[in-house]
């Protein structure tokens, strides 16, 4: 039929092939997905996983991502968010219900505990927050639904004791959601991680962090092992609308190669750092969970090794040092960039003070305050000697 040019720019004139090899998958966007015919639209199941019916509940593309995210982390199942604090919100909209009791770290990442406060005034859930390397604090009622957990936690990297955080919510019957973010999936294995087969009944990660790898995108998982948990979550994730642009997953897809190799660097990069670091007389604590002196260092000791460990690594500046020191310390670095988020190629800084942050009272931490630093992928040795000349801003090294 020959078409008119209005309707020929619509109707492509090639089908894409079958099959055809390339070195990564093909890239589907959809809102709309077209159905061969009428039977396929009743018999349609959207509940299914790997069903096509409609944009948001995902593509071959979206798909191909998943199995791959779920496979690295050691689970069965996943579930794509456009950020990680929407694949936290996901978990939270999808377990707690009013008068239910939730426990989190006192290190989880500030806007989970947000959005879990923000739940309690409005459904009278109760946000419990327990110490994470000490799971004597951990104490749940009959009305405990849900723990977070995150290895290591926002901040200031205490390592928690997941063997027995996890064994003792095991007992008490509660979901473990573990924000997998720093770990990547290639730190430890959440789905199993002890002699006795621990595991975790769902992990979270920001993919925006190492998956991601160019600090340019925004992306959340949840993975499960379990069946039921994933459905009740794809059922949430379908009736929210939650859904990712296929261009971002492709670029995340393509990244992913490279995870493993990034993540390693980065995690001797940091290890070399934390060793400088630590030399410096301006700080009075060095904050990483591959450090004998750190909390937490024991139960990192546990299930992860040295060359898996991130590129995270806070220090405490002395007391004497104001506000103002710090912030021109911040400002006189070149190769750290002042910014939230972390895992890309660029080296970041962020400062923080402490005294906000936590609910508890920590002995094992020091008063001060903490900057964070999240290593990139440039030369260890050119992000030391930026270190060392923003020190020499500092009124000690002035006076050198
Ligand atoms: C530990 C952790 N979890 C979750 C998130 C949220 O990820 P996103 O920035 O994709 O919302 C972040 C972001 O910084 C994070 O550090």
Redesign the pocket.
């Known amino acids: 039929m020959k078409k008119n040019a209005q309707t020929a720019l619509i109707h492509a004139p090639r089908k894409a092939p079958q099959y055809i090899s390339t070195v990564q998958p093909p890239l589907f966007r959809a809102s709309t997905i077209i159905f061969e015919n009428t039977d396929a639209l009743f018999n349609r199941h959207w509940t299914d996983d790997y069903d096509y019916s409609y944009g948001t509940h995902g593509t071959p593309t979206t798909f191909t991502l998943g199995d791959n995210i779920a496979q690295i982390e050691g689970g069965e199942y996943c579930l794509l968010a456009p ?6 919100n996901l978990v939270n909209s999808c377990f707690l219900a009013q008068g239910d009791e939730v426990w989190v770290a006192d290190n989880i ?1 500030g ?2 505990m947000e959005h879990l406060r923000n739940l309690q005034t409005r459904y009278g859930i109760s946000v419990r927050v327990y110490n994470p390397i000490d799971a004597e604090t951990f104490q749940p009622t009959d009305r405990a639904k849900l723990i977070w957990l ?1 290895a290591a936690g ?1 901040v200031t990297l205490e390592f928690p004791d997941l063997i027995n955080l996890v064994k003792k919510a095991k007992a008490h019957n509660i979901l473990t959601a573990l ?1 997998n ?2 770990g990547a999936g290639l730190a430890f294995n959440a789905f199993d991680f002890s002699d006795e087969h621990l595991a975790v009944d769902m992990t ?1 990660h ?4 190492y998956p991601s790898g160019g600090g340019d995108i ?3 998982s949840v993975v499960t092992r379990d069946q039921k948990l994933h459905h009740q979550l794809f059922r949430m994730h379908a009736i929210q609308g939650i859904s990712v642009s296929g261009d971002d997953v492709a670029q995340i897809q393509r990244s992913l190669a490279s995870m493993q190799v990034r993540y390693q660097h980065q995690s001797e990069s940091c290890l070399t750092l934390l060793h400088w670091l630590k030399q410096q007389p301006e700080f009075v604590q060095v904050l990483h969970p591959a450090d004998a002196e750190s909390a937490g260092h024991l139960h990192w000791k546990e299930i992860c090794t040295d060359a898996q460990s991130a590129g995270l690594v806070s220090v405490i500046f002395k007391p004497e040092y104001t506000l103002a020191d710090i912030r021109r310390f911040c400002d006189a670095l070149e190769l750290f960039k002042l910014g ?3 895992g890309g190629p660029l080296s970041l800084v962020m400062l923080y003070n402490l005294k906000d942050m936590r609910v508890l009272e920590h002995t094992h931490l020091q008063q001060g305050l903490l900057v964070r630093f999240c290593i990139g992928l440039e030369h260890p040795a050119d992000l030391i000697q930026d270190i060392e000349n923003a020190l020499k801003q500092l009124p000690a090294r002035q006076h050198e």
């Open positions: 950020s990680g604090l929407s694949a936290i990442y806007p989970n995150e926002s924000d973010t720093w979270v920001a993919l925006t962090k925004l992306m959340g939230f988020s972390w």
